[in-house]
């Protein structure tokens, strides 16, 4: 059972910044990729960063230069550290476990429960 779990959400002014964390074990992180989802209210999911287990990365252009994701190969964690929020941001953030597919998109595989991140004044 693959367990992912995340935390660091909440409410931030529009220009604020918060920090995302996702903890999974040994195995999982250090044989796979992971990745940043969301879903806003009423729409459906969409990729906002993914980081490969060479540290290549890759970014919705919706947040480039605002967010970064990082893995700690220490800790077996990834964070997504977000600047310059903005409402728009406002959604249910999960953390996924995943695979490259052969055209080097990201494929989630694994869900955490996802946390929720308000942007607003």
């Known amino acids: 059972q693959v367990q992912l779990v995340e935390s660091g959400g909440g409410l931030v002014q529009p220009g604020g910044s918060l920090r995302l964390s996702c903890a999974t074990s040994?195995?999982?992180?250090?044989?796979?990729?992971m990745g940043w989802f969301r879903q806003p209210p009423g729409k459906e999911r969409e990729l906002v960063a993914a980081?490969?287990?060479?540290?290549?990365?890759n970014y919705a252009d919706s947040v480039k230069g605002r967010f970064t994701i990082s893995r700690d190969r220490g800790k077996n964690l990834v964070y997504l550290q977000m600047n310059s929020l903005k409402p728009e941001d406002t959604a249910v953030y999960y953390c996924?476990?995943?695979?490259?597919?052969?055209?080097?998109?990201?494929?989630?595989?694994?869900w955490g429960q996802g946390t929720q991140v308000t942007v607003a004044s």
């Open positions: 040994t195995i999982v992180f250090s044989m796979n990729d």
């Open positions: 980081v490969a287990l060479g540290g290549n990365t």
């Open positions: 996924t476990v995943g695979l490259r597919s052969s055209t080097g998109t990201y494929d989630p595989r694994y």
